[in-house]
């Protein structure tokens, strides 16, 4: 038996996130745009899901039809059985993950970001893919200064409220 790799390349347009995961029944989708949109008023989504057996569909749903039409296309080049895609904006993937999580479905979270995002894929026979990893973001070039602590801490308190 042989394994290919593949790298595939994640668009992120601007003021949008991305998250990356995997689940494991036809429900998902459902289950997911619920977790969306009692998390955070007004988020806009779009959402995808591979079937891995059945009709073996892109199962898809959302509240924004360029996000939606986003996660399709992403869901057809990873080509991966149980992966999904969601993209949001108006929302933090901060704001959303801990309700991702609680669905039942869901097995892991491979990435949630805005950066730079590749997913590899590994194939081991005709029509079977799986997701191996992400590469999510650059390498660091430091270490942060006291001026970096307080930008966070600022950047923080505007994002999520928090109280540092």
């Known amino acids: 038996m042989s394994i290919k790799f593949e790298l595939i390349d994640v668009p ?3 003021g949008t996130n991305v998250i990356i995961g995997q ?19 007004g988020v806009k989504f779009g959402i995808a899901f591979c079937e891995a057996s059945g009709k073996r569909l892109v199962r898809h749903e959302a509240n924004d039809e360029e996000l939606r039409n986003l996660a399709i296309d992403l869901c057809k080049k990873i080509a991966a059985g149980h992966v999904f895609v969601i993209y949001i904006r108006n929302a933090w993937p901060i704001n959303v993950l801990n309700a991702i999580k609680n669905v039942t479905e869901v097995v892991r979270i491979f990435a949630a970001t805005a950066n730079p995002l590749k997913v590899i894929v590994a194939e081991v026979e005709p029509e079977r893919r799986g997701v191996v990893g992400v590469v999510d973001g650059h390498s660091p070039l430091g270490v942060e200064t006291e001026k970096d602590r307080e930008e966070r801490k600022k950047f ?3 994002v999520v409220k928090y109280k540092l």
């Not at 689940?23 to 008023?41: G, N, Q, R």
């Open 12 to 14: 992120i347009p601007q």
């Open 23 to 41: 689940a494991h029944f036809i429900k998902t989708v459902e289950d997911l745009y619920e977790a969306l949109v009692t998390s955070v008023p």
């Open 156 to 158: 923080l308190r505007e």
